[in-house]
């Protein structure tokens, strides 16, 4: 009777366990998926900060152009 009593525990145990291992693979999962997430808004962010720089880095040269285009005539 005892032993029985005492494999129940240690069965209930293990499961208990289990389940906190299978808990804790679902949270590394969905960090998984939020560092993914996170990665891919850092790469589109420093895409447009390169296309806003890429672009004002044009006007200014444009326009800094003709300014000097305009004072030379």
Excluded: W
Aim: net charge neutral; proline share 0%.
């Amino acid at each position: 009777m005892d032993a029985r009593v005492i494999d129940e525990n240690v069965n209930s145990k293990i499961k208990m366990t289990i389940t906190q291992l299978e808990y804790i693979l679902t949270i590394r999962d969905k960090m998984k998926t939020v560092t993914d997430i996170l990665i891919v808004v850092v790469v589109v962010v420093v895409v447009v900060v390169v296309v806003v720089v890429v672009v004002v880095v044009v006007v200014v040269v444009r326009v800094t152009t003709l300014a000097v285009l305009a004072v030379v005539e």
